[in-house]
């Protein structure tokens, strides 16, 4: 917060409400919270002291007039200066016995609120302490009938242990202290001058009482005691403008007391802690902010173990929703791994992740009688778990069945077009199907639906492979039967083509005897001529060899 803001708004001193933007930074807040709230009569420097506690110069609003400028309880969470990983909250309350207000009832209800949020109370008045100044917080003694303890107490338990165990530490500072710190001649430190006001009177009597019941309840109802005194800072000229002093233009001796007031609280202030010793975060500062209001409204006296519970049943709640908040987170980071190759690596991640759960749960929850919220939180983690188990296989399905289908693209054409719906097609087919098994088994990260999206292709693609074979033996079978006529067919032909080649070969003999035939007949009727003529030729020789 870069500036205070107001936390319990006192409207017209007669009701008291929550500011919606405050309780929603402190929801905002994870971290233990070490609260420190001051409580005073008005214009006593209480604004100043928490300033200087914001380690600011301004913030918390100091006024210079007689009228009280803080109203009901202003709030400033800043990180803490000692404490890494803590916030200090500042709780600065309106000035008690503000005349303005006229009807003063709240004052207690603001100093009991003073007393129930912080871990670290500081009462701040001016001059001493003296009966004034313990008549000036009367309050601390209505403690008892404004907070309880317990929601059932035994009448014979005396609760004021109790009260000092849960009850923040108490600080008493005392501002524009100009005496010496001496008692009897001897020099005293300020936590003896604190504890030697707070001295009870020997006797009895009315004043008696009265003189003692505002230490009694000091001294019975906080743990520990602290004093801080304080010189004037300034002139009354100067305090005017205070917000605007350098450290310098203050009193020496007041700025070293300032700081070693800061230095306590920022080196010895306690943690926010309940019943228990469980340590408070701001967000369940807010809470219990929330419950004591509205049990104040109600017109009921706050208790403190109530208000436990109900706090616990908040921050359970709230741990629950944590949890079920981190494992969804880690889950859905994990599922960018998603598909898992086997079931154990699933439950492996979802141990891990579960685990983490657990541990943000068991961060924030508290008093969870039975474990009722953490076996809520189990059934809830296993209803989780089942949703993502059920994501983790549709992932493996639609991997699994758009990897199905790229690899059988060719299959599912080459049956679409008709490919394999020819003699030999079956074989084909399932070597084509084979491949396919193959290239898809090969394929890594598949996930736990690899096995029955497979098995779902083989039985979807069973019919049309059944028809392929029978397609395969009809067609063959037929293939066979026009196989076996052509080769008839092929048979005849080559008988009749035999019978021609013969039937030639006959006409050929023939033509080629009648040829010879006639070849000898003319070789014949041409040596019968030659011996006609040599006979001729003889007879006539011999005839003129005659006539000669």
Aim: charged content about 30%; glycine content about 6%.
């Amino acid at each position: 917060m870069d500036s205070p803001m107001c936390l319990i708004e006192n409207r017209n001193g007669q009701e008291l409400i929550i500011n919606q933007e405050a309780e929603r930074i402190l929801s905002g807040i994870s971290q233990p919270v070490v609260v420190v709230a001051i409580v005073g009569k008005y214009r006593t420097g209480k604004s100043y002291l928490m300033n200087k506690l914001a380690r600011s110069q301004t913030g918390f609003p100091l006024g210079s007039t007689i009228q009280s400028k803080t109203k009901g309880i202003w709030m400033w969470c800043v990180p803490h200066p000692c404490k890494p990983g803590h916030t200090l909250v500042l709780l600065d309350t309106e000035g008690l016995g503000d005349v303005e207000k006229g009807d003063s009832k709240n004052d207690a209800w603001i100093f009991c609120l003073a007393v129930l949020l912080s871990s670290n109370f500081v009462i701040n008045s001016i001059g001493t302490i003296d009966q004034q100044a313990m008549e000036q917080i009367h309050y601390v003694t209505e403690l008892t009938k404004r907070i309880k303890i317990k929601s059932n107490p035994n009448e014979k338990e005396d609760e004021s242990g109790e009260f000092k165990r849960i009850f923040p530490t108490f600080t008493w500072c005392v501002r524009d202290f100009s005496l010496d710190l001496e008692l009897d001649g001897k020099e005293v430190t300020e936590d003896e001058y604190l504890m030697n006001s707070l001295k009870l009177k020997q006797g009895v009597g009315n004043k008696i009482n009265d003189y003692n019941l505002p230490r009694e309840c000091i001294l019975h109802y906080f743990h520990s005691h602290k004093c801080f005194v304080f010189e004037r800072p300034a002139s009354s000229k100067k305090l005017r403008n205070l917000e605007q002093l350098e450290e310098k233009e203050l009193e020496e001796d007041f700025v070293e007391q300032t700081k070693k007031f800061c230095n306590y609280m920022f080196k010895h202030g306690n943690v926010k802690t309940l019943s228990g010793g469980l340590i408070v975060t701001g967000r369940m500062l807010g809470n219990l902010t929330t419950t004591y209001i509205n049990t104040i409204q109600s017109g009921s006296v706050p208790c403190m173990e109530n208000a436990v519970l109900a706090l616990s049943m908040i921050e359970n709640t709230g741990a629950v929703q944590d949890a079920l908040a981190k494992y969804g987170a880690d889950m859905n980071q994990q599922a960018q791994r998603f598909p898992t190759e086997t079931l154990e690596e699933f439950l492996h991640i979802h141990r891990e992740c579960e685990k983490e759960a657990i541990k943000v749960f068991l961060g924030r929850s508290f008093n969870d009688e039975d474990q009722n919220y953490q076996k809520e939180l189990k059934n809830l983690l296993d209803q989780r778990m089942k949703t993502f188990s059920e994501q983790n296989e549709k992932v493996s399905a639609d991997l699994c069945q758009s990897l199905i289908l790229e690899l059988s693209a060719n299959l599912e054409n080459g049956i679409s077009q008709g490919y394999y719906s020819k003699p030999g097609g079956h074989k084909m087919f399932l070597a084509e199907k084979l491949n396919v098994i193959e290239s898809y088994n090969t394929r890594p990260k598949k996930g736990l639906k690899s096995f029955e999206v497979l098995q779902n292709f083989r039985r979807n693609i069973k019919a049309t492979e059944d028809s392929i074979e029978r397609t395969d033996a009809t067609m063959t079978m037929q293939a066979k039967e026009i196989a076996e006529r052509k080769k008839q067919a092929e048979r005849a032909e080559r008988e009749r083509q035999i019978l021609e080649q013969n039937k030639r070969h006959q006409q050929e003999m023939m033509e080629r005897q009648r040829k010879i035939q006639e070849q000898h007949e003319k070789m014949l009727k041409d040596k019968i001529e030659q011996d006609i003529l040599r006979m001729k030729q003889e007879h006539q020789r011999v005839v003129q060899q005659q006539l000669e």
